[in-house]
């Protein structure tokens, strides 16, 4: 692998190998020094053209685990602000020696313009752009889900057989994109539900099923649901007639939740709406995966940085 653009470019194979050197990156969380000295010497940027809370810190956390010296970018407080160019900014970071960019960007396709481009020798790692794709947050939710199932057994496991439910603003979200093709790719089965304005036109060549009606699909039992975040800011028009009416069709709450298997999931990607697309209830349930996605998506991108910067083994 030299850059992590898209889950669609992920094999089976490959999926189940980047969630076992997660695997093992996780060991590393257990012990009293969290620390292994993979990535000395190597250089990790952080480039956020867009708010983040879990992926840039996850990723800082990460590269610093390995060892790797970490540069946080971000578009606010540096020269991005002043206009300065994608071309201009990707060569001032290969004069620094970065070995690897993790970029955010509002516009979908900027990570695969730098992987492409020659502005920058480095690994590109898209940590979401615009509504594409978003592919560290669909790993760690897969690698969530496979470790809810097997435990620390995990290693070599897809999630064939797993039913998956997937509720919300699929239109704007890059994580359910990336999620429905790494689901596929581990054998997992998808169900959208959403409204029928947050559904995007290309759904047709995704291999999901689709429905409008979240009791119907409650009523499914699936193994995991994972509510979006209603992405306001990607809104140019109004998709629901309120908040309101919203919650109630398409909104995780607490009478829902009790409908729900013993051992259903309950994941959200972050940062969550409460009272909107899931109640406080859902989201600080027993069945609520949210908090063990943030601490695994800290040894998915060390799996990541390792995979793209480092060839040897782990210790
Ligand atoms: N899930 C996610 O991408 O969260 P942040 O926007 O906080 O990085």
Redo the contacts with the bound molecule.
């Keep these: 692998m030299r850059h992590l653009l898209s889950t669609r470019e992920l094999d089976r194979a490959t999926a189940v190998g980047i969630l076992d050197v997660a695997e093992d990156m996780a060991d590393v969380a257990d012990r009293e020094i969290k620390k292994l000295p993979t990535l000395r010497g190597k250089t990790v940027v952080n480039l956020f053209f867009e708010d983040?809370?879990?992926?840039?810190t996850s990723f800082e956390v990460a590269a610093k685990r390995l060892s790797s010296d970490l540069v946080n970018f971000s578009a606010k407080g540096s020269s991005l602000s002043k206009g300065e160019s994608l071309k201009d900014t990707a060569q001032t970071l290969a004069a620094m020696g970065a070995d690897a960019v993790v970029i955010r960007h509002a516009s979908s396709g900027a990570a695969q313009v730098l992987a492409q481009s020659n502005w920058i020798d480095a690994a590109i790692i898209n940590a979401?752009d615009g509504t594409h794709e978003?592919p560290t947050?669909a790993l760690l939710d897969a690698f969530t889900m496979r470790r809810r199932i097997h435990g620390r057994a995990s290693r070599g496991h897809d999630l064939d057989g797993l039913r998956v439910t997937i509720v919300g603003d699929i239109l704007h979200s890059r994580v359910a994109r990336s999620n429905v093709w790494l689901l596929q790719a581990l054998g997992a089965s998808v169900h959208l539900v959403a409204p029928a304005t947050l559904l995007p036109s290309e759904l047709a060549n995704w291999p999901v099923t689709v429905g409008y009606d979240l009791d119907e699909a409650i009523r499914q039992s699936p193994d995991a649901i994972m509510m979006l975040r209603i992405q306001a800011e990607r809104m140019s028009a109004a998709y629901f007639p309120n908040a309101r009416e919203y919650g109630r069709q398409w909104g995780l709450d607490d009478e829902r939740l009790a409908r729900l298997g013993p051992d259903t999931m309950v994941m959200h990607?972050?940062?969550m709406n409460r009272g909107l697309e899931i109640s406080a209830g859902a989201a600080d349930s027993s069945r609520s995966t949210v908090l063990e996605q943030v601490a695994n998506g800290v040894s998915i991108r060390m799996a990541v940085l390792y995979l793209l910067l480092a060839s040897e083994t782990v210790a």
């Design positions: 983040s809370t879990r992926t840039r979401g978003h947050q990607p972050g940062p």
